[in-house]
């Protein structure tokens, strides 16, 4: 069974880091190309990165471009996110999910970006 | 303001057929297919359909998608329920954005 599951979320001051983690297991993560998605609370979904399975390509939207840094690690079955200078508009539910038509996605962590 | 314009809401009676609209444009829905998303309340979004009209394993046949130039559409027939929940069409693009894209999300209530 296909598995994904995000950790590191939580509550970061604005201006501050955090790093996420998506471990995968259940199929071969490291064919698969990985994206992260997020959701504001009460908002639509909004896709902000995406990474081949080599890690050689790399797309960012606007929204996090310069602050956040995808990359991952094959040997470990894992996804990561580090997301830097993070502001108020930062706070929402991050998911992991797989391919480029997102056929399968993690629970999610919550990111609360507040003083 | 999303790239990917759906309706906001749609209803409609227990065995009803519900059509859900995705309009685009020519850099991303018309030159790129397009899959589509149901979020149940508190849950991660699941896949329904990828490549304009494919579905996953697993999903009814009550659900089926098409694209028609710079849009798409999501068809749920026989509704239930337990359909009762958010979709999202999303897609590739020529996007200042980003390559990769959402519509705003159409909430659907079963009546």
């Known amino acids: 069974e296909v598995q994904l599951v995000e950790s590191g979320g939580g509550l970061v001051q604005p201006g501050g880091s955090l790093r996420l983690s998506c471990t995968a297991s259940?199929?071969?993560?490291?064919?698969?190309?990985m994206n992260w998605v997020r959701q504001a609370p009460g908002k639509g979904l909004e896709w902000i990165s995406y990474?081949?399975?080599?890690?050689?390509?790399?797309y960012y939207a606007d929204s996090v471009k310069g602050r956040f840094t995808i990359s991952r690690d094959n040997a470990r079955g894992s996804l990561y996110l580090q997301m830097n200078s993070l502001r108020a508009e930062d706070t929402a539910v991050y998911y992991c999910?797989?391919?480029?038509?997102?056929?399968?996605w993690g629970q999610g962590t919550l990111v609360t970006v507040s003083s | 303001q999303s790239v990917l314009t759906q309706p906001p809401s749609a209803s409609g009676t227990p065995g009803q057929r519900v059509t859900i609209s995705c309009s685009g444009s020519?850099?991303?829905?018309?030159?790129?297919?397009v899959s589509w998303y149901q979020q149940l309340p508190g849950r991660a979004p699941k896949l329904l359909v990828y490549?304009?009209?494919h579905r996953p394993s697993g999903v009814p046949d009550r659900f089926s998608g098409s694209k028609s130039g710079t849009s798409a559409s999501l068809a749920i027939s026989g509704l239930r329920s337990e359909d009762e929940a958010d979709y999202y069409c999303?897609?590739?693009?020529?996007?200042?954005?980003?390559?990769?894209?959402f519509g705003g999300g159409t909430k659907l209530t079963v009546l």
């Open positions: 999910a797989r391919r480029i038509y997102f056929d399968s």
């Open positions: 259940g199929f071969n993560f490291s064919v698969y190309e």
């Open positions: 990474i081949t399975s080599s890690g050689v390509t790399i």
């Open positions: 020519s850099s991303n829905i018309g030159s790129n297919s």
């Open positions: 490549r304009n009209d």
């Open positions: 999303a897609t590739w693009a020529d996007s200042l954005s980003g390559p990769m894209v």
